[in-house]
């Protein structure tokens, strides 16, 4: 079935090239007597919005090493790329513009082009039909990227850099992960991090694992990561899921709020605001007084922390452990929270405990992170308060 969607997609994508190339008085450059693109090589697609943070030219960062993969003679690769900018995005016509200018090499014409009048049609056929799906924004930048869940869900494999819905989702054996979860001051060093990654996935994992056929032509160990995939991301990324949590996490909580903070002519509402106001004139009095920890063979770590509350009470304030992968140079990727509850307040200090629960193996660390707390605060990020130790 999906060789008949890419075959579908490929004749499609000749089509529009031819059409959008007459239009310019130009005629396209066929491959043998078919056109563009192949109907039984590995497709790529790469389709979105074109915004510079989604460095949809990462691809091209070494043109002779992408040049060699798309030609190999008995694994060659070929990309479709589609999408528009923002009416108003200079740049992001400027990237769609290189795209093509590329596309129109010697090395890559043929094998790599960029569809014009990009609509959910199109987005349609490019999700049935491709055989991987591309993303490649810098992060942390990628809020979600939907496109791939789609493409998923019709059994391409992903491939993208470690952020948005794939961070989440990332799974090995199931996709592909580009780059590393590290975030370089440099971008010019993530780029080069980055673009050399998909060069090694591409000459490597993907097409050795497309190209290995058994006596009836099926790769096997494409297949089962397609089935895989499908299983393990269509059920959890999806639009029930989205609605449902939007609708559990956010729409009910805020009208739940909304309805307290409005009874008795505002009354909690007023009552929240003066809290308020006090927690921020104190917040600056505040301090972290002494911290230790106990290994627990059982749970994982013992932690104790003393605080002086300054100006306010421990009922103020809300205290965590955000714990995680920790590197040599002491940073801390957050893989969780442990809340610690208040024990006691002796001499105006407030002792809190809790655990926290390491689960993986490798240097683990944990930072200390202290909120405002009240009962109708239902976010007390939106405070802009906090203190770390």
């Not at 089509?15 to 959008?20: E, L, P, T, V």
């Not at 091209?60 to 070929?78: G, K, Y």
């Not at 895989?228 to 739940?256: D, H, I, L, Q």
């Not at 013992?302 to 040599?328: H, S, Y």
Request: include cysteine; glycine fraction near 8%; proline fraction near 5%.
């Amino acid at each position: 079935m999906h060789e008949r969607q890419r075959e579908r997609l490929v004749l499609r994508a000749r089509q529009q090239h031819a059409d959008a190339m007459m239009s310019r008085g130009r005629s396209a450059t066929p491959r043998g007597s078919g056109g563009v693109l192949d109907t039984g090589t590995l497709t790529i697609g790469f389709a979105r919005r074109f915004a510079g943070y989604k460095r949809a030219t990462l691809l091209f960062r070494d043109p002779q090493r992408l040049a060699a993969i798309l030609n190999h003679a008995e694994r060659p690769v070929q990309f479709i790329f589609a999408g528009k900018a923002h009416p108003r995005d200079e740049p992001a016509k400027a990237l769609i513009r290189e795209v093509v200018a590329l596309s129109e090499r010697p090395e890559f014409r043929d094998r790599l082009i960029l569809l014009e009048g990009y609509d959910m049609e199109l987005a349609r056929s490019l999700v049935q039909g491709c055989d991987v799906w591309l993303n490649t924004p810098l992060r942390p930048l990628e809020a979600s990227g939907t496109s791939g869940m789609k493409a998923c869900a019709n059994g391409a494999i992903h491939m993208s850099v470690m952020d948005g819905w794939w961070w989440e989702a990332y799974q090995p054996g199931l996709g592909w992960a580009v780059g590393r979860s590290r975030l370089d001051d440099d971008p010019e060093a993530q780029d080069a991090f980055d673009a050399n990654s998909i060069y090694d996935l591409l000459e490597n994992d993907l097409t050795q694992s497309f190209y290995e056929r058994d006596h009836e032509g099926v790769p096997g160990d494409w297949v089962r990561r397609m089935k895989a995939s499908v299983s393990a991301f269509g059920p959890v990324f999806n639009t029930s899921r989205m609605v449902a949590e939007y609708a559990t996490k956010a729409y009910e909580p805020a009208a739940r709020s909304w309805h307290i903070l409005k009874a008795d002519a505002l009354a909690a509402a007023r009552d929240q605001a003066r809290w308020l106001d006090n927690v921020r004139s104190g917040w600056d009095s505040v301090r972290v007084r002494e911290l230790s920890h106990a290994r627990n063979e059982a749970t994982g770590l013992g932690v104790t922390v003393t605080i002086d509350p300054g100006q306010l009470t421990p009922e103020d304030l809300r205290v965590d452990a955000v714990f995680g992968p920790a590197g040599p140079d002491g940073s801390l990727a957050s893989h969780g929270v442990a809340r610690l509850d208040f024990v006691s307040l002796a001499a105006g200090e407030a002792l809190y405990r809790g655990e926290v629960p390491f689960t993986e193996g490798g240097r683990q660390g944990y930072a200390i992170r202290i909120l405002p707390a009240h009962p109708n605060l239902h976010d007390p990020f939106a405070s802009q308060l906090a203190h770390w130790a």
